[in-house]
């Protein structure tokens, strides 16, 4: 079981962003999927996920009306579409797998090596 992050990099306030989660491994039924994110100094937080289920999705507060979670099943990927980017959007973001739609991190048994976001003008 692998998971492939990508997509960061250097963006301007208000822009837009597009990160995916490969898979690799398995099936996008076999687990959901979450993002997370950590900013320098702190916690690691819960962002977004989806369930292996119906695609039900999940979004944290912070990002509620500005980031979409979705997945694509053939391609085995998943996207987080990030939208009106701010700079406390700045962080590592990580994909995760696990048997549960959480945004709690023990729920999740794998994890991609994340990618850098920076939010700056």
């Known amino acids: 079981v692998q998971l492939q992050a990508s997509g960061g990099g250097l963006v301007q306030p208000g822009k837009s962003l597009r990160l995916s989660c490969a898979a690799s491994g398995f099936t996008l039924d076999d687990y959901s999927i979450g993002w997370f994110r950590q900013a320098a100094g702190e916690e690691r937080e819960g962002v977004s996920c989806?369930?292996?289920?119906?695609?039900?999705?999940y979004y944290a507060d912070s990002v509620k009306g500005r980031f979409t979670i979705s997945r694509d099943m053939a391609k085995k990927t998943v996207y987080l579409q990030m939208n009106s980017l701010r700079p406390e959007d700045t962080a590592v973001y990580y994909c995760?797998?696990?048997?549960?739609?959480?945004?709690?991190?023990?729920?999740?048994?794998?994890w991609g090596q994340g990618t850098l976001v920076t939010v700056s003008s």
């Open positions: 989806i369930s292996r289920v119906d695609g039900s999705t």
């Open positions: 995760a797998a696990g048997p549960l739609i959480s945004t709690t991190q023990g729920a999740y048994e794998y």
